[in-house]
């Protein structure tokens, strides 16, 4: 399993477009990444996964360069809804049944 | 309505007394497993099920059992447990262990042992 690096906090305003970046120098082959998203006492939501370029869903954006060593969340005009734990996942779709999930990205967006 | 279900949702007991979080999903996934939530320690699993009667030790297994019977439970045990098992406790599921990585989470039960 590729462990990630992620800032642990980050402030924003609604309305702007926010990218939290993650890096994982040591991501294999296999390896896909995955985005959750947490908000206070609630379990982690599933916001997106990729295994290079970019991919789009009705949520976010998630690029990822050529040399896979790190990938971006874009989350377009956030609002105050977007408050929430972003946490980076890296991990081999088939072989890594144990999850790690790291301690994520606070993101505290303003008014 | 496709869901992870855990009960109790908030639980207060004191150390020694044996407890069962249960777990169940409605969605046919082979694929389970618990985590604990800690302050400033994030999301860490304690452990999982590839199928049923198929379990492993995830980070932190220490003072935890569970059992994997049938297909949608998966009831996490604590036989003793200690004031430092006071935490946030998901339970989580995915079609399979290929898909380990895209899970559905249940809502989550705080437990504090005094």
């Known amino acids: 399993l590729a462990k990630t690096t992620q800032p642990i906090s980050m402030d924003s305003y609604e309305g702007q477009e926010v990218n939290i970046t993650c890096s994982h120098n040591?991501?294999?082959?296999?390896?896909?990444i995955t985005w959750y998203q947490q908000f206070p006492s609630q379990g982690p939501r599933f916001i997106i996964q990729?295994?290079?370029t970019k991919v789009t869903n009705e949520v976010a954006s998630l690029f990822i360069p050529a040399d896979r060593k790190s990938s971006t969340l874009s989350l377009p005009r956030v609002s105050l809804s977007d408050t929430a734990v972003y946490y980076c996942l890296v991990g081999d779709r088939v072989g890594d049944d144990k999850i790690i999930f790291g301690k994520g990205t606070r993101l505290h967006i303003l008014p | 309505e496709a869901q992870v279900t855990q009960n109790p949702r908030y639980l207060i007991t004191v150390t020694g007394k044996k407890l069962t979080v249960t777990c169940s999903q409605n969605?046919?996934?082979?694929?389970m497993s618990w985590y604990r939530q800690d302050p400033g320690l994030g999301l860490r699993q304690i452990y999982y099920s590839m199928n049923v009667e198929v379990t492993d030790k995830g980070d932190v297994p220490e003072g935890y059992k569970v059992s994997r019977k049938e297909k949608r439970n998966f009831p996490l045990i604590l036989e003793s447990p200690s004031p430092n098992q006071t935490s946030l406790y998901f339970c989580?599921?995915?079609?399979?262990?290929?898909?380990?990585?895209?899970?559905?989470f249940g809502p989550g039960t705080r437990l504090t042992v005094t």
């Open positions: 989580a599921s995915s079609l399979a262990s290929g898909e380990a990585d895209r899970q559905y």
């Open positions: 969605m046919n996934h082979e694929y």
């Open positions: 990729g295994y290079k």
């Open positions: 040591n991501i294999a082959t296999n390896d896909y």
